[in-house]
């Protein structure tokens, strides 16, 4: 590999990575740095997951995460194919998540999911120009009183 390759890598690793730090720390500006300003987001393979321009998926993630004060995105098996200023990345994940109940106690349970996306070489770097998530699997449930506000 070249020099210019590997640091290419690098970048888009490094965007994988932010992405999940974005979404478990809830740091929405931070999350903005991940795609750009046109991307398409496709999470309806969740359980009230959304789809449609990045702007909107954006607006509805900052809401519904707020339910969610723990998660963990642990991302592996990052494979990126890069093509001159366009990449492919796929990631598997495994998603441990704890949903706050009206009893009080977070309520635990788990997503594995697939992350497909296609990434562009911009002024400010890789960026996620489309996103699709396959969930994989799914262990436990959400509680009731997330399905109804969802």
């Keep these: ?15 994988i990575v932010r992405y999940g730090w974005a979404i478990d720390t809830k740091d929405w500006a931070l999350l903005d740095s991940c795609f750009t300003d046109d991307a398409h987001v496709d999470y309806s393979s969740n359980p009230g997951g959304k789809a449609g321009p990045y702007p909107k998926v954006r607006g509805w993630l900052e809401k519904v995460m707020s339910a969610f004060p723990v998660t963990q995105h642990l991302m592996a098996n990052i494979d990126v194919r890069i093509e001159g200023d366009r990449a492919t990345c796929r990631t598997m994940v495994t998603n441990p998540q704890g949903a706050a109940t009206r009893e009080g106690a977070l309520h635990f349970f ?41």
């Design 110 to 150: 788990f997503v594995g999911a697939r992350y497909d996306d296609d990434l562009v070489r911009t002024d400010a770097g890789w960026k996620i120009a489309k996103r699709v998530e396959t969930t994989l699997w799914f262990q436990g449930s959400l509680p009731d009183e997330l399905l109804i506000q969802r």
């Design 1 to 15: 590999m070249t020099p210019q390759e590997l640091s290419d890598r690098a970048e888009i690793h490094d965007v």
